[in-house]
């Protein structure tokens, strides 16, 4: 978890990163405080791996903790940046032809789109395999009668964040987000803009661990 440092914290961890090491005695001279006063905010800064304590020496500066630095680092990851081409189907196009692409394009989830192209539901491998199971023939199955419908369809849009949008797919337990915007046109319309998944976010977390130190 990411602490928000007060305003007395960032003046000790500067003290320290300008005078270290230095004890606590000193840092709390600096700032025309007492030592209790200061106590608990040196634990904090301790703890949070902001800084070192060494005993008869002071406060070293640490740097900040890497899990503040990768997490400030998530929050500022975009759909917008990573999203991927979204694999559709039309709205009137068979159980059979649904399968053909799935298998063709190597996805797990297709999009289905109406005639004017927004978004009208979702299809699944679950959703052709139980398709699959009965005794019609797949050809005269559309995929209309065993998508997921708008607006029973989770989304994400091209401003949020991969973090919240990596959230989502686990909280509801899915393969893949429609990324989506409101049509300019009708705004309670969908227009699909890509599609986020778990191999989305998997490559983003490992562009992450690729990033240089500094």
Request: hydrophobic share 40%; aromatic share 6%; net charge neutral.
């Amino acid at each position: 978890m990411v602490i928000e440092l007060t305003k007395r914290q960032e003046q000790i961890l500067q003290i320290v990163k300008d005078e270290g090491p230095i004890t606590g005695e000193h840092i709390a001279d600096r700032l025309n405080l007492t030592r209790a006063t200061l106590r608990p905010d040196l634990s904090i800064l301790t703890m949070s791996g902001y800084l070192e304590a060494r005993p008869r020496v002071g406060y070293f500066y640490a740097g900040r903790p890497a899990s503040s630095v990768i997490s400030e680092r998530l929050h500022k990851l975009l759909v917008n940046d990573y999203k991927a081409v979204p694999i559709v189907v039309s709205e009137s196009a068979s159980a059979y032809d649904a399968i053909v692409t799935l298998f063709l394009e190597d996805v797990g989830t297709l999009f289905v789109v109406n005639q004017k192209g927004y978004l009208a539901g979702v299809i699944s491998r679950k959703d052709l395999l139980r398709a699959s199971l009965g005794n019609k023939t797949l050809e005269d199955v559309p995929v209309s009668i065993i998508m997921s419908r708008m607006p029973n369809i989770i989304t994400c849009a091209p401003e949020e964040t991969l973090y919240a949008a990596a959230k989502k797919l686990i909280d509801f337990q899915i393969d893949s987000l429609p990324v989506v915007r409101p049509s300019e046109d009708d705004p309670k319309f969908m227009e699909l803009t890509g599609r986020v998944t778990k191999t989305t976010i998997a490559k983003a977390f490992v562009e992450l661990g690729s990033e240089p130190k500094v």
